[in-house]
């Protein structure tokens, strides 16, 4: 099951149905039980005023209201290489691979929700960066009780030079506006993502692939489920939040984003999250 968010409703795919089931994002993801409430709206039909059509010449939104997202780093063995070696000039050898095998995970906030960018949408690098990267990550959307009810797609833009020279520019290399986009949909489910399932990035510029690159979730050396314990163990959530798993896609270091790159992410079960940079 797909859920859709357009400029007017939430639109729910199931099966051969798209419908239009809601207008109020925070409700419906923190609805009890939300996997096994949604099938129960479509088969209302269109007598409950509820009505089928074709979204696809509506604009499709982030799958985001008012939840923040945060994001967790360094939960591939592939992050915590490349990291290791843009920060070595700041001492970096020993404070990535320290939290790469701590109990406590990396966690930081990621973004606003209004300042999330969604499907199609322009997204940016900083100005005063030089060496600007996408992160292709599965984010998972967490209720206020803390039970993971989806899956969608978050690219975290990140400026590598700037977390590079000092850990403590690390708001300001993943922080700013259009750094982070999330979509093209909330793939709801109750269960785990298979360890199987696919996480592949494609970076287009001028109509030439400038990089392509591709992991699988059971790459990932933390549980969903355990990072999402961390992040509840002190902050509640009224609305719920979403959360970013981390990257296990890195360029090579040549390999910055220009104006203009189309940035493609596919995970199978959700789709591909289209966007291109401003
Ligand atoms: O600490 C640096 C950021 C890590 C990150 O964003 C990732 O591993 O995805
Ligand atoms: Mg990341």
Not at 83 to 105: K, L, M, N, W
Not at 144 to 156: A, L
Request: hydrophobic residues 35%; charged residues 20%; negative net charge.
């Amino acid at each position: 099951m797909l859920l859709y968010r357009t400029k007017d409703s939430v639109m729910l795919s199931y099966g051969s149905v798209v419908q239009a089931i809601a207008d109020d994002w925070d409700a419906l993801i923190n609805h009890e039980n939300l996997a096994a409430y949604l099938p129960t709206l479509v088969s209302e039909g269109p007598q409950q005023q509820h009505f089928v059509k074709s979204n696809t010449n509506e604009e499709r939104l982030a799958p985001i209201g008012n939840q923040e997202v945060w994001a967790a780093g360094v939960t591939y063995y592939r992050s915590r290489s490349a990291r290791i070696e843009e920060s070595q000039d700041a001492g970096g050898g020993t404070f990535y691979d320290r939290v790469y095998t701590a109990e406590r995970p990396e966690l930081f906030f990621k973004a606003a929700p209004w300042r999330v960018r969604g499907p199609g949408a322009l997204i940016r690098t900083r100005r005063d960066a030089r060496w600007s990267v996408p992160e292709p990550e599965l984010a998972l959307c967490v209720n206020s009780r803390g039970t993971i009810v989806g899956y969608t797609i978050g690219n975290d833009v990140s400026s590598r030079d700037i977390e590079g020279e000092n850990p403590l520019y690390l708001p300001q290399a993943k922080c700013y506006d259009g750094s982070c986009a999330l979509g093209p949909a909330l793939f709801v489910s109750e269960d785990p993502l298979a360890p199987g399932t696919g996480i592949e990035l494609r970076v287009t510029r001028g109509g030439a692939i400038a990089f392509q690159g591709s992991t699988t979730v059971s790459e990932m050396r933390r549980s969903p489920q355990e990072l999402v314990e961390f992040l509840y163990r002190e902050m509640s959530f009224p609305h719920g939040c979403i959360l970013l798993t981390g990257t296990g896609v890195i360029p090579p270091d040549e390999f910055t984003l220009e104006s203009g790159d189309a940035v493609d992410i596919t995970i199978p079960p959700i789709g591909t999250l289209s966007n291109v940079v401003e």
